[in-house]
């Protein structure tokens, strides 16, 4: 997650508080940040080992590449060579690619329980921090 | 000669004036139902007078059996329910510190509700500026984030969350004009718990209101039970006779019972025949009709027949019938409504009862019916078409004539 937010070599106030509230505290999130500056998506990829983690990383470069509301050749190709190192599972590629062209023409998609369960199986829904208090 | 074509020609014009007839029969049927509905109507009201009349004169003790058991069982149950009521009307009166229960709802609760109604029409029309799209995205989303505070975060970052929420933020500052996102967002919140403790409180003043009325309505059966006791007694009693009388033929009850007793009874009787009398006479007119609809039947299948074959002779017996078959039972019908009409009239609107109840208590074996006609000026049928039609006047002359 910290990659993704310094991904476009800036990290914009709500990017930083979201990371704060998911690291737990600031303290965390920023050895975060600084722990993956200069390194290649690529080496990390391995790393991010949980299902449910690599679901809403790749929710959200897919997000990301649709910002401008069209995807170029090398984002459809960047996207899919995501999924196929993610292993992603087709009816979750299908739940990205419908959240993301949604959000794209400005609509709202709440989660849905498929999105709760993968949340609930994520490393996002605890603190990074173990001496946080709980959200 | 009458060929085919002249056959199904003539038949034709049978059908029509057949089919006239059995409207008009049918019409005095429905008289006569009509008649019967409103001496069913009769025959409920002079079963409760039989009732009271009968509650009045005969003590319950004299009554035989187990019917005398079952009403005396009733009484001494309603004697007992009086003594409950009057335990549960000095407790209720109790409760209320001596106040008196005869009234005790008084308009507060309903000038309480009504203001509460108000209170909640000034809220709806204040929360209705917020019916929006943009506002209610932005609420989903801000009510999401409340509930589940992690995730929503979480999903924001990764579906742009936060990019539509500035959109519809800018939307709703240029509908509402006078407020911001925020600023809506919290007046609408302020709002909303304001119309929750509002419809809180008209429930309480509606459950308020339903336990004053539960406790006026258990007052108000207790007040009669004591109070009202002779009413709801002979309320009672009389429904207990009035489904004895069901069974039983009150033409027994004699003028020994006492005279009002006894006219009362005569009165339910006279009903019972005139009821007798008019749903004979609808089962004849009935019967008419029947005749008539099966002469439609045949004559419509001669026609079939007939008019496919123009030129073919008909059989003279056919031939003849054809030609008269109307007529016949246009004289018939007209014969029957004549006679009919008498009887229906003179039947229904005798209601001289206490003339009956003199002539039975003369003649007690007296045929209702005569007596009806020795009473009545008006003009009834001849006594053959009334042998014809009822039954029970049949056989009483068969007797008659038998002891001669």
Known sequence: ?135 | MLNGLGAAALAEGALSAIETQWAELKAEANQVRESLSALARDHQQALTAWAQEYLKIVPLADLDGEFGLDLVATEVALQEQRGLAQEELRALEATRGGAPLESPLDDRFESAIANHLTELDALRDELERFEFDAFAHLLAARQRAEREPRLEALWRFVTLGSSREERWSAEIEATLRDMDAQAALQEHHRLSAEHERVVGALDAVRRDRDAAQALASRHQAAWEIVHAFDEVRERTLCALLRERLADEDPALVTRSRGDDVFLATTRLVTLDKKRLYLTDLLGALEGEMRQRHQRTVELRGLIEIAAPRPDEVIDEAKASWLRSVADSCADLKDRMLLHSRALHHGVFVFDDYAAVADRRNSDPNALVYDVLCGLTAEAMPPDAFVRAVIPEVDRYRVFEEARE
């Not at chain 1, 990290?11 to 508080?17: D, F, I, L, P």
């Not at chain 1, 990829?45 to 959200?60: G, L």
């Not at chain 1, 649709?66 to 190709?77: H, N, S, T, V």
């Not at chain 1, 009816?91 to 419908?98: L, P």
Request: net charge negative; with cysteine; glycine share 4%.
């Open chain 1, 1 to 135: 997650m910290a990659w993704m937010v310094q991904a476009d070599g800036n990290v914009a106030a709500a990017e930083r508080a979201l990371l704060d509230t998911l690291a737990g505290s600031r303290s965390v999130a920023e050895r975060a940040l600084r722990a993956v500056q200069g390194v290649s998506l690529d080496v990390l990829i391995p790393e991010v080992e949980r299902y449910a983690d690599r679901f809403f990383i790749a929710m959200r470069a897919r997000t990301c590449a649709l910002a401008d509301g069209r995807l170029d050749p090398g984002e459809i190709q960047a996207f899919h060579d995501l999924v196929a190192a993610f292993q992603l599972l087709p009816q979750d590629v299908a739940k990205i690619t419908e959240v993301a062209a949604a959000a794209a023409r400005g609509e709202d998609s709440p989660p849905d329980d498929r999105v709760r369960a993968l949340f609930a199986a994520s490393s996002f829904v605890t603190s990074l921090d173990p001496e946080a208090p709980p959200c």
